[in-house]
């Protein structure tokens, strides 16, 4: 890659915006109060935020005004990964501050959450009432019994009910963990049956795109399997009884109860997220109440420069970790828009049309959402008012430049656009949003304040304007504390720390321009390597899902027996497409031209559809598995995927090459 200093930028911000941006403002007060540079600009404060990590975050911390209620004897006690101690001797509640803005009467009737479904009907929700019905749960949870470290689980939709319920754990020290509807039993105990909950929030059903999903029988079989539960708190979304021994949701939030925040010390459990566990059980990753609370106060009030005024939309499910990012907008005085539906439904503009009823400032969605627009020739600002969403925020996947274009052509030429990547595993971004930067297009902005992101050769040697190991030098404070049931720390070291030791590899290849922004070519553990040759699969895909035909693909790079390499490019075609062999030719000539000569596949067959984890990423290392003949009960966690009967094919494949 050529030095990157030379292309125009797609997109710059202005004086004005540069100047009332919330990072900005905090650069100046860290120089005059901690000896951040005052100038250089963001380059240099994202230097200092390294090199200064432990002055850095007191600083995040005083900017926010973190409540300890008990002091820190300091910042950073011990810096090696795994096992930083941050903040010791520090207690604090991660609800609390996610209730404050509703301590004051000025901003008590403003919305704290405005709900939407697939009515398409704005329902708001008041700080006021957050608060009281925080409360009221809090209160009922800790006459259940729920004490500080005990597990509570949600089998719930992005409904304000989640919300509530996971503030109401955080407030009495309890463990939050979550799973969409839309995932069976089995995929739902892989991950409560490892945590041993105490409670389980349940609705008894689902709307997506436009019908009833009725799951009683599922919540029966949860209860059945789940020994620990010692109550069921039954939410009628569908409008059912509750059923035998279980708690009606409205009966526990409808006191007049004050919250009380239990103050727990910095490292202290908040919640547990998942790993997809395509390859075995899910990963069960435990983050604590101060490292998620400092985190995202940096990332939501400083990257994504939230405050009062804004409005916060992210297309997400309780399954995905965006889920957990998206409320912690409420740390910021945010009001923060929940959707529960399909994203495209009752057209591919759904998303467009929730920012335009709600009006976002920010509004989060996938990037494979965004290419779905492109090519359905969805017209945004043509057809929704988007005059208050001042930024487009895209992950899941790397945005393709396209989708940059189209965005900035089809939405607006003034609007931010930021690509952010990061992870569950720290439910943060390594890279991405920052508001005083230019955009580039195919480009991520820059590596995160207090993130020490480099790009690593396989001797650890920092790379720029080369393709890299994306690695993490010095500890994050939302990095997990540990995983549950995993006494002795070895399967947290063998996820992130085999490689390098004391350096977290995240397992993507990335880029870092000379410019300092980011350039994300998708999972290392599924690189194409052809004659020496790596390449991101994102890469391929980027290219070969621009040609009208390719509704999706999936690129496998198998080494074979005999020393050869097969790489064949799986294609699901769109509606009234055939692959025939000028088809086939376009997608070897893209390739070729816009990639590597000796990227071209090896063949390209048409599939079925492509495989996704329950949170849309799709599946490439469990097929590899497939095509090299593992067995498919071994090659995959079978509650880990959106379709299993799709794996069958690439099974069947393999049997055939055999």
């Not at 409904?159 to 089995?186: K, M, Y």
């Not at 995929?187 to 609705?203: M, W």
């Not at 969403?389 to 189209?406: H, I, N, Y």
């Amino acid at each position: 890659m050529s030095s990157a200093a030379n292309t125009a930028p797609l997109w710059q911000p202005d004086a004005d915006r540069i100047a009332a941006a919330a990072v900005t403002r905090f650069q100046s007060w860290a120089a005059e109060r901690y000896g951040a540079p005052a100038d250089g600009g963001y380059a240099a404060l994202h230097r200092w935020s390294v090199d200064e990590l432990d002055t850095f975050w007191k600083a995040v911390a005083d900017w926010f005004d973190v409540r300890f209620s008990t002091p820190y004897e300091t910042v950073l006690a011990d810096r090696s990964m795994p096992g930083a101690q941050w903040f010791p001797g520090a207690t604090l509640n991660y609800a609390e501050h996610a209730l404050r803005t509703a301590e004051g009467p000025s901003r008590a009737d403003d919305p704290a959450l405005l709900y939407v479904d697939e009515t398409h009907a704005p329902t708001p929700v008041s700080w006021s009432e957050l608060r009281r019905q925080v409360g009221s749960l809090a209160a009922e949870l800790r006459a259940l019994g729920v004490r500080p470290g005990d597990r509570v689980s949600g089998y719930l939709p992005n409904i304000p009910q989640a919300t509530i319920a996971l503030l109401a754990t955080a407030a009495v020290g309890g463990v939050w963990t979550s799973c969409a509807p839309d995932f069976g039993a089995r995929s739902v105990l892989d991950r409560f049956q490892q945590v041993e909950p105490v409670v389980l929030f349940a609705v008894d059903g689902y709307r997506y795109g436009g019908k009833e999903h009725d799951r009683t029988d599922t919540v029966a079989e949860l209860r059945r399997e789940l020994p620990t539960l010692r109550a069921v708190v039954h939410i009628p979304l569908l409008g059912t009884e509750a059923p035998e021994g279980a708690l009606d949701w409205s009966a526990l939030t409808s006191a007049d109860t004050e919250p009380v925040f239990e103050q727990v010390p910095f490292e202290h459990p908040l919640w547990v997220l998942y790993s997809s566990g395509t390859t075995g059980l899910p990963k069960a990753i435990v983050q604590s109440q101060g490292g998620i609370l400092l985190e995202h106060f940096k990332q939501i009030g400083l990257h994504c420069d939230l405050g009062p005024e804004d409005r916060f939309f992210w297309y997400t499910s309780t399954g995905w970790m965006m889920w957990n990012f998206l409320v912690s907008g409420l740390l910021t005085g945010t009001t923060v828009v929940l959707y529960d539906g399909s994203p495209g439904y009752p057209g591919t503009g759904a998303q467009w049309r929730v920012a335009e009823l709600t009006g976002a400032t920010l509004f989060g969605t996938s990037a494979a959402y965004v290419m779905a627009c492109a090519k359905a020739e969805v017209h945004p600002a043509r057809d929704y008012d988007l005059s208050r969403v001042r930024c487009v925020a895209t992950t899941g996947s790397p945005l393709p430049p396209d989708g940059f274009r189209w965005l900035h052509d089809e939405v607006a030429s003034d609007l931010w656009i930021a690509s952010v990547s990061g992870g569950t595993d720290v439910c943060s971004c390594f890279a991405g949003a920052v508001p005083t930067l230019p955009v580039h297009i195919g480009e991520l902005q820059a590596a995160c304040l207090g993130t020490d992101l480099q790009a690593w050769d396989p001797q650890g040697k920092p790379l720029t304007n080369e393709v890299g190991e994306l690695v993490v030098t010095n500890p994050m404070p939302s990095m997990p504390v540990h995983f549950w049931n995993d006494p002795d720390g070895s399967r947290y070291h063998d996820s992130y720390f085999d490689t390098y030791p004391g350096v977290w590899r995240h397992g993507d290849w990335i880029t870092i321009t000379d410019r300092g922004s980011v350039v994300i070519h998708g999972r290392s553990d599924s690189t194409l390597n052809r004659q020496g040759v790596r390449m991101g699969s994102a890469d391929i895909y980027e290219v070969v899902e621009r040609l009208p035909e390719i509704r999706e693909s999936l690129v496998i790079g198998l080494e074979e027996p005999d020393g050869g390499y097969w790489m064949p490019l799986f294609v699901h075609l769109a509606e009234g497409a055939t692959l025939d062999d000028a088809l086939r030719n376009r997608v070897k000539q893209a390739i070729r031209t816009e990639l590597s000569p000796r990227h071209v596949p090896d063949e390209i067959i048409e599939v079925p559809g492509v495989p996704h984890t329950l949170t849309g990423k799709r599946i490439e290392v469990p097929v590899k598995r497939l095509l090299q003949g593992t067995p498919l009960t071994k090659a995959v966690n079978p509650g880990s995927v959106d379709n299993l009967q799709l794996l069958r094919f690439y099974e069947e494949l393999a049997r055939s090459r055999r």
